[in-house]
Structure formats: C-alpha cells, structure tokens
C-alpha cells in the first residue's frame, strides 16, 4: 500500500487545502482529512483520525497548528506508540512536495520544501524593477 497522507485541522482547512491541491495536481486517493468541528471535543477527534489511520501501514500526518487539538491528538498517538510521521504548520507547498517525493520517488525535505515556497512577493517584484532598470 503506498504512503498515506492525513490532513487534519481545524475546520474545514484540510479539506480546502485537499480539494486546492487537487486542482493542480489531480485527484490524490492517498490524500485524507480529519476535521475538528468546532462542536467536537478532543475524544471525537481522536476517535475519527484513529478510523482513518486504522489500517494503514505508512502514514505522514500534517496538521494545520501547532499546540492546536489535531496536532495534540496526534502527539499523544505518537507518545503512545504509533508511528508515523506528523507535521505542523501545513500549507500547499508542503502536499505538494509529498505528491511529488511520491511521485517521483524522491525523499525531499517537506519543511524546507515549504519554506523555500514563502516570499514576500512586494521584495521579488521591486527586485524585477531594479533588474530593469540596470538593463
């Protein structure tokens, strides 16, 4: 079974963050979610991700916070013995890397995937000019 990917989060994120990915990169049956409803306590949370991560073998966890329920549900799991990969701080850029380290079969570090995917676009655009300019 391939590697599994679960986004849990606060509300409806992670399935927003699912269906954009999607948008560009294809529809992803390795790629879940987990919400956290904003009337539901840590117990019913814990209980839908264990369903989800049930019978899979390999799984990465991103979560959208760190320090939020998802994350901490997931934590305790990990401090009690399961294993698997979790991530806090999910964007676009970090699915991405994942479907492509699958994809391609690499093994790309997801954070610093992320983090070279933020810029302030105002300093790449004044740079552009100034390029310009010297022309």
């Not at 964007?91 to 994809?103: H, T």
């Amino acid at each position: 079974m391939a590697k599994q990917l679960v986004l849990i989060s606060h509300g409806s994120f992670c399935e927003g963050l699912k269906a954009s990915t999607e948008m560009l990169m294809g529809p992803q049956n390795n790629i879940h979610t987990v919400v956290l409803e904003p009337s539901e306590g840590v117990e019913d949370f814990r209980a839908k991700l264990e369903a989800v991560i049930h019978d899979f073998e390999d799984v990465v966890i991103f979560a959208d916070l760190l320090g939020g329920t998802p994350c901490n549900v997931a934590s305790r799991l990990l401090l009690e013995g399961r294993e698997f990969d979790l991530y806090a701080g999910m964007s676009m850029p970090m699915v991405i890397g994942f479907i492509n380290n699958e994809l391609v079969g690499t093994n790309e570090d997801l954070v610093e995937f992320a983090s070279t995917n933020i810029k302030k676009v105002n300093d790449l655009l004044a740079a552009s000019d100034e390029d310009d300019e010297d022309e």
